[in-house]
């Protein structure tokens, strides 16, 4: 039972940082239903943003603490912001009259490039992340272990749905961002400025992925610039299994992910761990392919 | 109609040009002009980017700096070495083709690479039907140099290795029933399992549970609570210190004290940094320790250190012993030719390597003494040499 | 008129291709194995432009159905040992069918699941099922999982390569130009409309992976003979994606432009080679040793891929007047 319980703990920490990846991809794809294939990259950015802030930040403020991690995250995410709208702006916004899969190949381009030019820079080997807040093993009663890392970052990928939420659903660029996931030729007709609004789109889900990058780091300290291929692709899988465009379904599908893998893999095989994320996807849209929470599109000849 | 035959037309155009390239290539004989003037022309291949870029890039540093050794004392038989290296970008397909063109194109004497077994099994045939001695520095799959009588390697064997741990674990630190956990997309870890179990067996142990996972992997907390479980006295993870480090943090965390063990792919100054506290205690066995006193494995580290940054790494310590033992077999054999160098590699005996003494066996393999480190206070210390 | 030009230009092309392999062992290993490789991503390009170009299904992961027919071939030669040129034609021409006809199954169980699905799910669900496949591989103790399986015969030449690369085209080209290849192609335009027209849509979207599935499998086969060592490793997403590079430089549903794309960018990495061998000096102490144009070769792959993209992505190599319709 120990056991069972203790993956269960495992599953969700890993399923929240999905989930956190997840929320950017999904937002991104609900408004331009296009798969922005170097999400994962910005992530892994966000990660090498920490790495390199985190001595900056040392001389300021006490390492390891909270105010730390709070200055270094702020940061990280903001510098991960600016990437996503420059990237926006010279790779995707050109395309956007484009048939989709111009983009999608783009994407993949800008991907690469991300991943290429992050070995070139900062150099293939894996770097230990820095100590940015404190870890504390929580509990151990029954032989189950929890620590504060697997607390916070189910914390603070909680506060950022809810925050997200909020953001869409009553802030004005929040309805306009919801109202160009309906209908952007609508959506343009009623004054709203689309280009700023993709922007701003991509700005958040980007400023989402930094924050990922930087838990994720905290939780497994090596970075390395292919770090975001597969929780990347992950994360677009669990983003599709919650109904992709909803924002709680990418949370619960990356919780549904997480889980599942972990209990495949500890009890049944783990060999066969990478498969499992494109199983449960290729199941899923089987039998449901709106996702978990999505809506049905139908689609008007 | 005036579509199709507008195909037709660049179809042929297509397959001109493709002729075309092919006539270019015919007036390239094979390696007559290699010892052209005074260069030695030797080529090697590594994983300089990709997903094993890190390995790649430190045999290629070792490598180089033989090279750049040997040159800053005359070279080889009043001869400059001139070393063509190639990109595999740790994918497979591409050794294929780098080797061909070092050997076809560039006309090299003998080839150097690479670290992953696949790559250079992918390799290996190739030299061989050519006749051009191949060394690697760090591939540990026994059927790498059973491919022909010209491929070489620097390093011990899986079998060697397996065994190596097997009995240190069995014998010395006397454990009884051990997990195993290994890298199923990396053939070295599979093989160096596969031996220590084997090993540990035949030496009385009981292997109670198997995990894996994949290179590139972060999180291993559904392996290791599996494995705590079954409540081992070890845990041996024959995978690379890419992955260990976090294995170690995250077996910790989840509780579980036993020590942990593994091979030469822990070798990295990487590893303690990642890795912390949570590996004190953590035996390993590897090629070489950069602790080692003696004067010349000193020397080489310093130098590294002035040159790269970072203390050598066991890939870099082999990559400059590969480079070594072939240069040293070219003089003992007094030409380029192909054959006559694969024989004086055969006839190695006792080079004074970095990595130890090397003699090749009859069957091709480095035979020299594994060495096992232990971590304390941080630093890797020095606890036994095993000789074969 | 049509076919009869068409099937005098896959005689033609069969028949040089023999000739040329005559007189292949004149031509440098190196230049003849880039050649081979050529030859295998044409067939490789062409049929994943019948699924992604001419039927609109955008298929992420054709390295698998590669996968699948170059183990299957790689199995079966390996169980024979050196035979006379004559049975080992024969061999060879099995096992390169037999691999293409695992493949087409494995096309199979790709293309019905995938019925239902569109534009970027499909991407996903087919680069889920090529990670699969390649997860498949990599525990088949059979083919030696991580550890390799190694080829024994060096079958491939000039001969088969273009041979069938001459024989993929041909098919391709006279299916879609055929009153029933029709079918793809208003499969791709509009999938609804179809429907109403009557088209069986599901019969003509697991025909393209099926027949796609097939011929990728044949260039597996080609593959696993010329660099006669298979990783799964080497089936992975890297490769999908260089084959759907090619589909979408050579303008998909373009099949000359796709054929064009393959062989520049089969020739590529060989030309970026070609450069970064200016810098190879005599070793005396470089400062960045791995050399700025070595380091950068993927950097450069990557930065003309969106710069393609951005300015011209219809494709390089379009020529007929026909414009080509987005998907949705």
């Keep these: 039972m120990t056991e069972f319980l203790q993956q269960l703990i495992n599953g969700l920490a890993l399923g929240s940082i999905l989930a956190l990846i997840a929320l950017g991809y999904t937002m991104v794809y609900g408004i331009l239903r296009f798969i922005n294939f170097a999400h994962g990259d910005i992530f892994m950015l966000g990660a090498f943003a920490g790495y390199y802030l985190a001595p900056k930040i040392a001389a300021f403020l006490p390492t390891p603490s909270v105010g730390a991690g709070l200055v270094v995250m702020g940061i990280s995410m903001v510098v991960c912001a600016v990437m996503g709208v420059i990237i926006e702006r010279l790779a995707y916004r050109p395309l956007r009259r484009s048939p989709k899969l111009t983009v999608l190949i783009t994407a993949i381009g800008v991907s690469l490039f991300l991943e290429y030019s992050g070995q070139f820079v900062f150099g293939a080997a894996p770097k230990k992340f820095p100590d940015l807040i404190p870890t504390y093993p929580l509990t151990h009663l029954g032989g189950l272990s929890i620590n504060s890392n697997q607390v916070v970052v189910f914390g603070v990928t909680l506060l950022l749905l809810l925050a997200l939420r909020f953001v869409t659903l009553k802030t004005k660029i929040g309805t306009a961002m919801r109202a160009l996931s309906f209908n952007p030729e609508a959506a343009a007709l009623m004054g709203i400025n689309t280009d700023v609004v993709i922007s701003f789109t991509f700005a958040l889900g980007s400023a989402l992925a930094a924050a990922a990058g930087i838990l994720y780091a905290v939780s497994y300290p090596a970075i390395d610039p292919l770090m975001g291929i597969l929780p990347g692709l992950k994360a677009f899988v669990a983003a599709v299994l919650g109904g992709i465009g909803n924002l709680p379904g990418a949370a619960l599908g990356g919780i549904i992910i997480g889980v599942t893998e972990t209990l495949v893999s500890g009890y049944i095989s783990s060999t066969y761990r990478d498969a499992i994320a494109f199983g449960v996807l290729i199941l899923i849209l089987l039998i449901k392919p709106s996702g978990l929470m999505g809506r049905k599109e139908v689609e008007k000849v | 109609m005036k579509h199709l035959r507008k195909q037709i037309v660049w179809l042929a155009l297509g397959l001109a040009g493709i002729g075309l390239a092919g006539l270019t290539g015919c007036n390239k004989p094979a390696s ?357 | 008129m049509r076919f009869q030009h068409a099937k005098l230009a896959l005689l033609a092309a069969l028949g040089l291709s023999l000739l040329v392999s005559l007189v292949a062992n004149r031509i440098d290993p190196y230049v003849l194995f880039v050649l081979y490789n050529i030859g295998i991503y044409i067939i490789l390009a062409v049929s994943l432009n019948l699924i992604n170009g001419y039927t609109g299904q955008f298929s992420l992961g054709h ?177 999908s994606i260089a084959i759907v590079v090619m589909v979408i430089l050579g303008g998909m549903g373009n099949t000359p432009g796709v054929i064009l794309a393959a062989i520049l960018l089969t020739l590529l990495p060989e030309g970026l080679r070609w450069l970064a061998g200016i810098e190879h000096l005599p070793g005396i102490a470089k400062m960045h040793p791995l050399g700025w144009i070595g380091g950068t070769r993927m950097i450069i792959y990557s930065l003309l891929l969106i710069v393609l993209m951005l300015t011209r992505p219809q494709g390089l190599f379009v020529f007929t007047m026909k414009k080509a319709k987005g998907t949705s």
């Design chain 2, 32 to 388: 007559g002009n290699a010892v052209s003037g005074d260069i030695i022309k030797v080529g090697e291949f590594a994983s300089l980017t990709g997903s094993e870029a890190t390995f790649g890039q430190s045999s290629h540093q070792g490598t180089q700096m033989a090279v750049d050794d040997l040159n800053a004392v005359g070279g080889v038989l009043g001869k400059k070495i001139q070393l063509l290296t190639e990109d595999d970008q740790s994918q497979a397909g591409q050794p294929a083709t780098v080797v061909r063109k070092l050997i076809s194109r560039d006309g090299v004497v003998a080839i150097l690479g690479e670290v992953a077994s696949s790559r250079s099994l992918e390799a290996a045939p190739i030299c061989q039907q050519n006749r051009i001695p191949m060394v690697s520095p760090a591939s540990t799959n026994p059927k790498v140099t059973e491919t022909g009588d010209c491929i070489f390697r620097a390093c011990f064997i899986d079998p060697f290795q397996g065994t190596v741990m097997a009995n240190f674990t069995r014998k010395t630190l006397k454990l009884q029933a051990v997990a195993v956990l290994s890298d199923v997309k990396s053939d070295y870890s599979l093989g160096l399992a596969k031996f220590f179990k084997e090993g540990f067996a035949a030496d009385g142990g009981k292997i109670v549970v198997e995990q894996s996972y994949s290179a590139g992997d972060k999180d291993f907390n559904a392996q290791l609570t599996a494995i705590k479980a079954e409540n081992p006295d070890g845990i041996f993870v024959p995978g690379y210190y890419t992955e260990v480090g976090l294995i170690a943090l995250q077996a910790r965390q989840l509780g579980i004290t036993v020590p942990i063990f593994g091979g030469d792919g822990w070798e990295s100054s990487s590893l303690v940094p990642i890795g912390g506290q949570a590996l004190e205690g953590c035996y390993f066995s590897t090629h070489y320790s950069p602790e080692d006193t003696s004067p010349a494995v000193q020397d080489f580290v310093k130098r590294f250190r002035a040159q790269h940054q970072e203390t050598p790494d066991a890939m870099a310590a082999l990559g400059y012993d590969s480079a070594m033992i072939l240069a040293d077999a070219i003089k003992r054999a007094g030409s380029t030719d192909g054959t006559k160098v694969a024989a004086a590699l055969a006839a190695t005996k006792d080079f004074a390597g970095i990595t130890g003494k090397i003699t090749i066996d009859a069957n091709r393999n480095a035979s020299k003494p594994a060495v096992i480190l232990t971590i304390k206070d941080g630093q890797f210390k020095y606890v036994e040499t095993i000789a074969p």
């Design chain 3, 63 to 239: 390295a698998g159905f590669m996968a699948v027919g170059g183990y299957t071939a790689a199995v079966i030669t390996n169980q024979f040992g050196a035979l006379n040129p004559f049975a080992s034609s024969a061999l060879f021409f099995g096992a390169l069918l037999a691999g293409g006809l695992f493949a087409a199954v494995a096309g199979l169980l790709v293309g019905l699941p995938t019925l239902r699905l569109k534009g970027d799910y499909l991407a996903i669900v087919t680069l889920g099922f090529g990670e699969i496949i390649r997860v498949i591989f990599q525990n088949m103790d059979l083919v030696g999982g991580a550890r390799g399986l190694s080829v024994m015969h060096n079958y491939t030449n000039f001969f088969w390569t273009f041979g069938m690369a001459s024989v993929t085209v041909y098919v391709v080209i006279t299916l879609v130009h055929s009153t029933y290849g029709r079918g793809f192609i208003a499969v791709r335009d509009d999938e609804i409309a179809a429907e109403a027209m009557g088209i069986n849509t599901t019969k003509y979207k697991v025909t393209a992976f099926v027949v796609g599935a097939f011929f990728a499998g044949i260039a597996g086969g080609l593959y696993a003979h010329s660099t006669q060592f298979l990783t799964p490793g080497g089936f992975n997403f890297m490769q």
